[in-house]
């Protein structure tokens, strides 16, 4: 007994074989992880090749809104699935806010869907836990939603091309700090090459250095004049636009390396947190080099001033001296936007033109070679923003922008140019020296405001889009002739000093009146001229829809 007990005792503390008694008892577990991991892999796999052909049906449906049913069940059945698939489309909006839990941003029904959301269901087969379960198989249903795009690209434009001959020279020289000396043929190459944004922003990325995972963070850098004008340069290059890039050539030689904010010159939208768009979608958004390039130059010389030097060659007008201040753009306002609602608005800077115009009197009068005639304009920003998008298929798409053109206000008198770009501070306007010599003084002043900031709708046609067509926003009250305006209003005072040696008081006035009725016209186009390059008029504002997207569905969910 004895033995029997210490046999037993001793095969108690035997260890030998323990691992295959283990293994034995375990090997049921093993195979039922394993079973499951392969069933639940085949679920995995199943469920993700449903949710790949949901994505299309939603796409499909979301193109096709008026047959969303049809079209995502024609995508459905085009994929071969191995099981019966029930199709379900739903159409309705879908609203892109942050701020709306994304569970809550696709609202079924509506009389204008512009979103599709398709579930489909089906089958995924089991193997090993078909034993357990007593079926072949679960079902598995995904969803997915797709919004169609509609959206358009417009831009308060620049109206340089308008600009004549020297006048554009001196402008463009004088906010590049250089020398600009560009013929009429270049200008007419710049104005007529058309530059992509998506390409252009990709070319300022290369040019400028910058590590950037999307559009949006090349537009969040800041960046030298010369690199924003060279990025223009490579678009042409790459274009094989030879005058173009000649004439690019000679604005980017002369560009300073002032820092810009890129974001306050582009604004990609929905497209911003991607770092390519496949151009032949219809998205892409055309602008012109020369206006890309001066809108870069104006935004170099935001909260800065330029003086420069007219050489007019208009009879009567001895010479022109121009200040011109350019104001910081309004925060988060881009030149050009991509837009898919009112959501973005474009603006121009705040401006302040100051133009010293040195007159010849009409009749002779004793010691006067010349008039002084200093005119101020006073612009406020223009405004644009997308009004609505028209996706009418064969009729053609259409868009209406809704602007609100400059507030400007004109007035003869003299200003201290040192207060010229202090746009926190009314200007003080004083009245104008017209003659001041020893023995006679001639004052005058004059102001014309226009004003009636109303927003107004002005629409474009597919082929206004296509043509690049350029249309003019005014005030209700724009006043025809500048000028003759401010003549009409003008208030001249005439002191003769001494003996006057025969100056007749009436006489002298008359002489200037006539004076300035002379010279009324050219003054204006000078002054409209160079208000030009700001984007605006005196109560106008330019704007232009650079392209539109419609019917093109991209999935949201």
Not at 419 to 430: C, G, M, P, T, W
Request: net charge neutral; aromatic share 4%.
């Amino acid at each position: 007994m004895c033995v029997l007990l210490h046999r037993i005792a001793r095969f108690r503390r035997d260890r030998k074989g323990s691992i295959a008694v283990i293994t034995a008892a375990s090997i049921f577990v093993i195979v039922g992880f394993t079973a499951a991991a392969v069933d639940f892999g085949s679920i995995y796999l199943k469920s993700r090749q449903l949710q790949g052909m949901a994505d299309l049906a939603a796409v499909s449906a979301a193109t096709n809104l008026d047959q969303a049913q049809a079209a995502a069940q024609a995508t459905a059945n085009a994929n071969n699935w191995s099981s019966p698939v029930a199709v379900n489309a739903a159409t309705g909006t879908y609203t892109p806010d942050p701020n709306i839990a994304l569970a809550n941003r696709f609202v079924a029904g509506g009389a204008s869907p512009t979103a599709a959301r398709v579930t489909l269901s089906s089958t995924a087969d089991l193997y090993f836990a078909s034993f357990l379960l007593g079926r072949p198989n679960v079902p598995i249903s995904r969803t997915a939603t797709a919004s169609r795009a509609q959206l358009a690209s417009f831009s308060l434009g620049t109206r340089l091309a308008a600009l004549q001959g020297g006048m554009a020279n001196a402008v463009l020289s004088a906010l590049t700090g250089s020398s600009v000396n560009l013929s009429v043929m270049d200008y007419n190459a710049l104005a007529n090459a058309q530059i992509d944004l998506f390409q252009y922003v990709s070319a300022l990325k290369t040019r400028a250095n910058i590590s950037a995972a999307s559009f949006n963070d090349t537009l969040e850098s800041n960046v030298k004049t010369s690199d924003a004008l060279g990025a223009v340069l490579d678009v042409l290059t790459a274009q094989g636009n030879q005058n173009a890039r000649t004439a690019m050539t000679t604005l980017v030689n002369a560009a300073n390396t002032t820092k810009i904010a890129a974001g306050q010159l582009v604004n990609l939208g929905p497209y911003g947190n991607q770092d390519y768009v496949n151009l032949s979608g219809g998205s892409g958004a055309m602008v012109s080099a020369l206006d890309l390039a001066s809108a870069v130059l104006q935004l170099s010389q935001g909260g800065r001033q330029v003086q420069f030097n007219l050489n007019l060659g208009v009879p009567g007008i001895t010479s022109a001296t121009a200040w011109l201040a350019i104001g910081q753009r309004p925060a988060n306002s881009p030149w050009i936007a991509i837009a898919d609602d009112n959501s973005i608005v474009v603006r121009t800077a705040q401006a302040r033109l100051y133009v010293d115009f040195k007159v010849a009197p009409s009749s002779p009068i004793a010691g006067v070679a010349s008039l002084d005639v200093p005119v101020i304009v006073e612009l406020a920003s223009a405004q644009a923003k997308l009004s609505s998008i028209s996706c009418s298929g064969d009729a053609g798409n259409s868009v209406a922008v809704s602007v609100a053109p400059s507030v400007g206000t004109v007035a003869l008198g003299q200003v201290n140019v040192a207060n010229l770009d202090d746009f926190e501070d009314n200007l003080a306007i004083s009245q104008a020296n017209l003659i001041s010599i020893l023995l006679l003084q001639v004052t005058g002043s004059s102001t014309v405001d226009i004003g009636g900031n109303d927003w107004q709708d002005v629409s474009f046609t597919a082929s206004d889009i296509a043509s690049g067509t350029e249309k003019t926003v005014q005030t209700q009250d724009i006043a025809a002739t500048t000028f003759s305006s401010l003549l009409g209003n003008l208030s001249v005072n005439v002191k003769i000093l001494g003996l006057g040696l025969g100056l007749d008081q009436a006489g002298v006035k008359s002489i200037v009146q006539t004076t300035l009725n002379g010279v009324a016209t050219p003054l204006d186009s000078s002054i409209n001229g160079l208000t030009s390059l700001l984007g605006v008029g005196l109560g106008e504002a330019d704007v232009r829809v650079n392209g539109v997207r419609c019917n093109m569905a991209a999935l949201v969910q």
